[in-house]
């Protein structure tokens, strides 16, 4: 039963791509991205993401498609970002080899108190590959308009899979494992009751969570009628698993995300002239009541969860992780050890341990260009794109990308180090994408572009 979700997304996205069909592609690419703990194929005895082996058709599929286009100034940066990475996970074991790091296959709770040596490992070669085929796919995605559709689809995978298998648990049944632990990587301790459904473990749940209940959230804020409906209920989903995950990355980034919602609230408030007002009163108004309402019964898990994480031994092994990761940047003198030779805690961290100073100042002037010009693409007065007739199949629009790739990197600086992260490079192909045309200049023809078919449960962006 290893393959029976795996082989037959991989087969879909390989007739999308042999057939011309990049809908397709970007379908198999959401599912893999929702089902990252999920194999797609075993290679030389080892287990394959779903994820990956769908990017590798999607490499396929894009060097089928010339770009048309001027490359994007913030895909430059990223593929600079990927050529030094690439250039110090060849070079950084050697030049610094022995070095003290937490090897990622290793275990953090055992190497925080016996860091292994700096040495190759085929870590570094599966690393390089997520790399490198995910910023590829981000560029199929985004110049073939259908970063929206494998949003989506990633969305409720993940968000619902974990609900309906968490359920499943809860009864005392797991039918789902069989078919959706096929990496072998469950992080989770025996006899955790916390959720970490389709993940690996609680935290990587919050972190995918986080990044779509802000996705779906924005989404909801922005879009009427039935599009609404789906994005509440995306967000409702989305929440329940945060919740149910009930672990400290929850906590902390919930914390950040929701400081920086107040903050722009009150921003756009402010610079608006004081329009929507009402709203923002009575939005007030209902959650100082559910507050008062509540009282510990709300507060009392949260301050319980701090409490515990607080001083525990996992605690203590993130934070002597990050340290570790901080002394291996002083090490390596600044320029990392490679993709694959260390993972702390942290994302910042890790990537400043494995690809720098130089690494970490790319991917953050990445980010940056992308934020910046996603957000000055749907400032237009004009469309750029014709109308849709399904929101599903709509390039994606700046708000909820920009919100959702914010929420997740915050869920990721306290946790889930890994730079592999499928939502990630969904959400930064849907950031390249905003406002980008879409139709016959991308190779797409109309009725596929204008006319899909309506999958059930649609949200918009």
């Not at 870590?123 to 073939?144: D, G, I, K, W």
């Not at 722009?264 to 329009?275: C, D, E």
């Not at 509540?294 to 203590?316: C, I, N, Y």
């Not at 720098?356 to 237009?380: E, N, P, Y």
Request: hydrophobic share 50%.
């Amino acid at each position: 039963m290893t393959f029976v979700i795996g082989l037959p997304v991989v087969l879909l996205a390989a007739v999308g791509a042999v057939r011309d069909h990049p809908r397709a592609v970007a379908t198999a690419l959401g599912v893999g991205a929702g089902l990252p703990a999920t194999a797609g194929a075993v290679l030389a005895g080892l287990p394959v993401p779903l994820f990956t082996c769908v990017t590798l058709v999607a490499v396929v599929a894009a060097w089928r498609r010339p770009a048309v286009r001027p490359v994007p100034a913030a895909l430059w940066v990223l593929v600079a970002f990927a050529a030094w990475s690439t250039v110090m996970t060849v070079v950084g074991p050697w030049a610094f080899h022995g070095t003290p790091v937490l090897l990622p296959r290793g275990g953090v709770d055992e190497q925080v108190r016996a860091p292994s040596p700096l040495t190759y490992t085929t870590s570094n070669l599966a690393q390089t590959v997520y790399l490198l085929t995910a910023l590829v796919a981000s560029t199929f995605l985004a110049r073939t308009g259908t970063a929206t559709t494998a949003l989506r689809t990633a969305a409720w995978t993940g968000a619902g899979g974990s609900a309906v298998r968490s359920t499943f648990e809860a009864v005392g049944i797991d039918p789902l494992a069989p078919v959706l632990d096929t990496l072998a990587v469950d992080y989770s301790p025996a006899g955790d009751t916390r959720w970490r459904g389709v993940f690996a473990e609680p935290s990587e749940l919050a972190a995918f969570s986080m990044g779509v209940s802000a996705f779906a959230i924005v989404t909801a804020a922005r879009t009427r009628g039935t599009e609404r409906v789906a994005a509440v209920a995306l967000s409702g989903v989305g929440l329940c698993d945060l919740l149910a995950s009930a672990s400290g990355t929850a906590v902390a980034a919930s914390a950040i995300v929701g400081l920086a919602a107040v903050v722009v609230v009150v921003a756009r408030f402010l610079a608006s002239g004081g329009r929507g007002a009402p709203a923002i009163a009575l939005g007030t108004l209902v959650v100082v009541g559910v507050a008062v309402a509540a009282g510990d019964r709300l507060l009392g898990p949260v301050r319980s969860l701090v409490v515990d994480k607080v001083g525990s031994q996992s605690f203590d092994a993130r934070s002597a992780a990050d340290a570790i990761g901080l002394r291996v940047a002083v090490d390596s003198l600044g320029f990392g050890v490679g993709l694959g030779s260390d993972r702390s805690s942290s994302f910042v961290v890790t990537l400043l341990a494995t690809t720098g100073v130089v690494g970490l100042g790319l991917f953050a002037s990445a980010v940056t260009v992308l934020l910046r010009s996603a957000l000055r693409a749907g400032c237009g007065d004009t469309p750029c794109v014709p109308p849709a007739r399904s929101p599903w199949s709509r390039p994606p629009t700046p708000g909820p990308v920009v919100a959702g790739l914010l929420a997740l990197l915050a869920a990721k600086a306290v946790s889930t180090p890994d730079l592999s992260t499928p939502l990630l490079w969904l959400l930064i192909a849907g950031c390249l994408g905003v406002g980008r045309p879409h139709g016959a200049e991308h190779g797409i023809r109309h009725t596929d572009s204008v006319t899909p078919e309506r999958p059930i449960g649609t949200v918009s962006g």
